[in-house]
């Protein structure tokens, strides 16, 4: 049985930063493609941050040279380094698994961790 479980949410005021944690158990983690998404009230689902098991890394636009994506194989566990965090970036946060040759056919999603940014 595949879970990823999320952790590290929480409130935290503008500027400041919070690491988010994707645990992983039940796929090979180190062959995936692990990706954080974030989906705030009223709006769709969007990718915030990607990682291959080559380490290349891809980011929204909206967080670039903010947030930092990682990944520990031995821990099977992903990351998300959030800093000068904003308002706009309030949301609920996923952990994603996808398998680099079945697509999205193979998703994984986790139970989603709440982010609030607020004064």
């Known amino acids: 049985q595949v879970q990823l479980v999320e952790s590290g949410g929480g409130l935290v005021q503008p500027g400041g930063s919070l690491r988010l944690s994707c645990a992983a158990s039940?796929?090979?983690?180190?062959?995936?493609?692990m990706g954080w998404y974030r989906q705030a009230p009223g709006k769709q689902r969007e990718l915030v941050a990607a990682?291959?098991?080559?380490?290349?890394?891809n980011y929204a636009d909206s967080v670039k040279g903010r947030f930092t994506i990682s990944r520990d194989n031995a821990k099977n566990t992903a990351y998300l380094q959030m800093n000068n965090l904003e308002p706009e970036d309030t949301a609920v946060y996923y952990c994603?698994?996808?398998?680099?040759?079945?697509?999205?056919?193979?998703?994984?999603w986790g139970q989603g961790t709440q982010v609030t940014v607020s004064s």
């Open positions: 990682i291959t098991s080559g380490t290349d890394t």
């Open positions: 994603n698994a996808r398998h680099p040759l079945l697509g999205v056919r193979s998703d994984y």
């Open positions: 039940g796929i090979i983690f180190s062959i995936y493609t």
